[in-house]
């Protein structure tokens, strides 16, 4: 009744090729963006409920986004592509400390030389967009072993990246600016001079960087390079033979994948506050953050098992079945 | 070598079930912490310490038995017959469902565990100035990892169980089809990699103290696992590991080749040596299938077909 396509036409071909041919999906997600741009943060700033406190911006929807926009990354990445990846990790970390050192100025001494690279500190906006290019690079450099192995193997060899990494940031002083203790202080959230330190104001800014990147994978995963990745997935061997080049699609997988994914790090390092300790006490449980913690460990794996012993397609699989079911609804057929 | 120890875990599971088994790592500290902590307690109450080991050692066992049999029960047993990377998956999610309650149940600290000697012996010292530094816990670990290999050979190839296992391994759907009683062959490997797990945890325990940072080493044994570092066990079972280089090169021709090796060493002492080979061998022939990474080509495209539709 609600969702029939009953009477949309196409007419045109621009039309026919819209990302979402259905007038309900359409006002469906005005509606979702409408809440998530207007709706939350009128709701902050006037502190109605379920928005009394910070806790359910801070805690909840600001992790939420940053995650989404993981999940984007590894979904082009595994989803699309098919080339398993565990090194996911790393290439948040190069977003993050790239995005650090560049937001506080890169020095790079070349004392044989005679003489010495300075990078002033860049805006924060130019350094996380920089500090993404530079992932997308290791990624691709990383992501060359899936032109010649892939599965298990390919997931190991992703995974060097993910230990290579981590020793080079641990261990390579530069990268923290020499911090005694190795870890490092994010530099203000500085864009065109206005500074972003509220929650709502970095709410804002998360949920532009991730509506803007999953229009982005949205439109490429309908397009040229999508169709690529999917026939890659399905098979490779015909892929080739159908003239798709294994190089260039895997490669821009894993170099988006890794922009995704530095964008994240960078997020991570710049916008999220620690929140850990706040649960126990929001929630009035008299439990320890250690038991918080292994219980949330438990929840999780629990329902990743759950989901996929009572729908290993996932949520998406269920949304679509719902489609259809709604398609017809309230007749049975 | 003592990386050889969980990476067997994984090969077990692999082998037996087709599933790799991202939960090795938990299932050390599961069963690290089990063995510790019935240890601690037993000697805090005043038995002998040979009595704590054997209460602590069978307490763990139960424990890792109650897990496989809870992991058969819930999460892989509705599983049968779906696909590898949903296996795959759902032992990420019995990974953190084991990392939290192993970690709530028996602590969160690190407990150290004194089983093997941790000095070292320094060989040919008269021979030249210094000697050659040889860990005892390496030539323990080696000595248990070449035990275990050896027992685990047997089993597979001389007993019932352990040909239904690869029979499993080799097709879920067949090997149901022709009677094989798939619960019980699932809850064995898990309880075989419980108890890899366990020796793994006693020998990693003595060396690092039984803490969270323990599941990491499954990690860290991947790759060891691919580049083939099972190859410093001494003696036979040096040839026998071998089996764990093959994967280094391209894996399809490995697997061809190495079915092809398998053919050819049908003779009595080959049927050992491939048995043992074995364990380290099956990754690369069942990935050799077409690209899709399956042995069953028909059905690959099964998978995708709501991706393309949405």
């Not at chain 1, 803007?212 to 994978?217: I, M, Q």
């Not at chain 1, 098979?235 to 994240?264: C, H, Q, W, Y």
């Not at chain 2, 816990?137 to 050979?153: E, F, M, P, T």
Request: proline letters at 5%; aromatic letters at 12%; hydrophobic letters at 55%.
């Amino acid at each position: 009744m609600l969702y029939r396509e009953a009477g949309q036409f196409k007419t045109t071909y621009a039309e026919d090729m819209a990302i979402f041919p259905i007038r309900q999906d359409r006002i469906a997600l005005a509606i979702l963006l409408g809440i998530a741009f207007i709706g939350v943060p009128l709701l902050a700033t006037f502190h109605i409920w379920p928005f009394g406190s910070d806790y359910l911006l801070r805690a909840i929807l600001l992790p939420f986004l940053i995650l989404a926009l993981a999940a984007i990354g590894v979904n082009i990445l595994v989803g699309y592509c098919g080339q398993i990846s565990l090194g996911s990790g790393a290439f948040m970390a190069i977003g993050a400390y790239s995005a650090y050192k560049l937001g506080t100025g890169v020095h790079i001494p070349l004392a044989w030389l005679g003489f010495a690279i300075s990078i002033p500190p860049l805006p924060v906006l130019s350094s996380i967009l920089l500090g993404g290019l530079t992932a997308a690079v290791a990624g691709i450099l990383f992501g060359v072993p899936s032109l010649r192995i892939k599965g298990l193997y390919l997931a190991v060899a992703t995974l060097a990246a993910q230990f290579f990494f981590d020793w080079v940031f641990l261990r390579v002083p530069w990268f923290t600016n020499y911090a005694p203790s190795g870890s490092v202080n994010a530099p203000a959230l500085n864009f065109f001079g206005l500074v972003l330190d509220t929650p709502i104001e970095r709410y804002l800014l998360c949920l532009i960087f991730v509506t803007v990147f999953a229009v982005l994978a949205k439109n490429l995963v309908r397009g040229n390079l999508g169709r690529q990745w999917m026939a890659i997935r399905d098979m490779d061997i015909a892929a080739e033979l159908i003239g798709i080049r294994p190089l260039n699609a895997k490669l821009t997988a894993f170099g988006l994948g890794s922009i995704m994914g530095s964008l994240v790090g960078a997020a991570f390092i710049l916008i999220l506050p620690i929140v850990l300790n706040l649960i126990p006490t929001q929630l009035g449980v008299p439990l320890s953050t250690e038991t918080i913690t292994h219980l949330e460990f438990i929840i999780f794996g629990s329902l990743i098992c759950y989901l996929l012993i009572k729908e290993p397609h996932g949520f998406a699989r269920l949304i679509s079945l719902g489609k259809e079911k709604l398609r017809l609804w309230p007749f049975p057929y | 070598m003592l990386y050889s120890l969980v990476a067997l875990g994984f090969v077990l599971i692999f082998k037996a079930s087709g599933v790799f088994n991202f939960a090795q790592g938990a299932m050390v500290l599961l069963a690290g912490l089990a063995l510790v902590r019935s240890l601690d307690l037993m000697v805090a109450k005043g038995f002998p310490l040979w009595a704590a080991i054997i209460f602590g050692i069978g307490f763990a066992v139960v424990i890792m038995a109650i897990t496989a049999w809870l992991i058969e029960r819930f999460v892989i047993g509705p599983l049968v017959n779906q696909d590898g990377l949903t296996l795959f998956m759902s032992t990420i999610g019995v990974t953190f469902i084991l990392e939290g309650a192993a970690q709530m149940i028996f602590g969160s600290d690190a407990y150290p565990l004194r089983l093997f000697p941790t000095d070292a012996w320094f060989l040919f010292e008269s021979h030249f100035p210094g000697g050659i530094l040889v860990n005892k816990l390496d030539v323990w670990g080696g000595l248990i990892a070449g035990i275990l290999v050896a027992g685990l050979a047997i089993f597979f190839q001389r007993t019932k169980t352990g040909r239904a296992l690869r029979a499993v391994a080799d097709d879920h759907l067949a090997a149901q089809s022709v009677g094989i009683p798939i619960s019980w062959i699932w809850f064995v490997v898990w309880l075989v990699a419980g108890l890899v797990a366990l020796v793994a945890a006693t020998v990693w325990g003595t060396k690092l103290g039984v803490q969270f940072s323990i599941t990491f080493l499954a990690l860290k044994a991947l790759p060891v696992l691919i580049i083939g570092g099972f190859t410093s066990v001494p003696g036979a079972i040096v040839g026998g590991l071998m089996g764990a280089l093959p994967p280094f090169q391209e894996p399809s021709s490995a697997g061809s080749l190495w079915v092809r090796a398998r053919r050819s060493l049908r003779c009595s002492w080959g049927r050992i040596w491939v048995a043992v080979s074995n364990i380290g061998s099956p990754m690369c022939w069942r990935w050799r299938c077409c690209s899709c990474g399956r042995r069953a080509c028909s059905a690959s495209g099964s998978s995708n077909v709501s991706e393309t539709r949405s």
